[in-house]
């Protein structure tokens, strides 16, 4: 018999096993359980709480290109409208240089053609000059000398050769 008791079921052992699995499973589910599902739990947080910050940044930094992108739109207009006011300065200044340089050269040569009739008068009252003081040599040998023909021929060319000379001088 003794053979049958080693096979033999004993109720009280597999109570007290029982026991021990659930004194186990408590103790295993109050101080390995709970703080694993707690630590698991607040990586858990921790992990949405990262993502809610990068989708939060992530906005954010859409909200900063979107304001960076239209600070840029409104540099180049910027850009654009300034470079459009200095070409419109530049034309207004070259229209202002163009007429300033025509009213010069209309002044210049106006001044140009009053000099040339001043000058012209000025030779024209020296020729007479010159032609009033032959006229008076030439009437001055006329008087002086009794004339023929021939010699009034021969002092109308002299005349006329000296006046020939002197405008080519002049």
């Not at 007290?16 to 109050?30: A, D, E, G, Q, T």
């Not at 007479?128 to 040998?141: P, R």
Request: charged share 35%.
């Amino acid at each position: 018999m003794q053979s049958l008791e080693i096979i033999s079921v004993n109720i009280w052992q597999i109570v007290i096993s029982l026991c021990n699995l659930l004194i186990l499973y408590l103790l295993f589910r109050r101080f390995l359980y709970a703080p694993v599902q707690r630590m698991i739990s607040e990586r858990e947080n921790r992990i949405r709480g990262r993502l809610d910050e990068a989708e939060r940044e992530q906005a954010e930094a859409a909200s900063l290109r979107a304001a960076y992108d239209e600070k840029l739109g409104q540099a180049a207009e910027e850009g654009d409208r300034i470079v459009k006011a200095a070409v419109q300065r530049a034309r207004q200044q070259e229209e202002e240089i163009l007429s300033e340089a025509e009213r010069t050269a209309a002044r210049t040569r106006e001044r140009a053609e009053e000099q040339i009739a001043l000058e012209r008068k000025h030779a024209v009252n020296e020729l007479k000059d010159d032609v009033a003081g032959m006229a008076v040599d030439l009437a001055s040998a006329v008087i002086g000398k009794n004339l023929t023909e021939e010699d009034n021929r021969e002092l109308i060319d002299r005349f006329l050769e000296d006046l020939n000379r002197e405008e080519r001088q002049s």
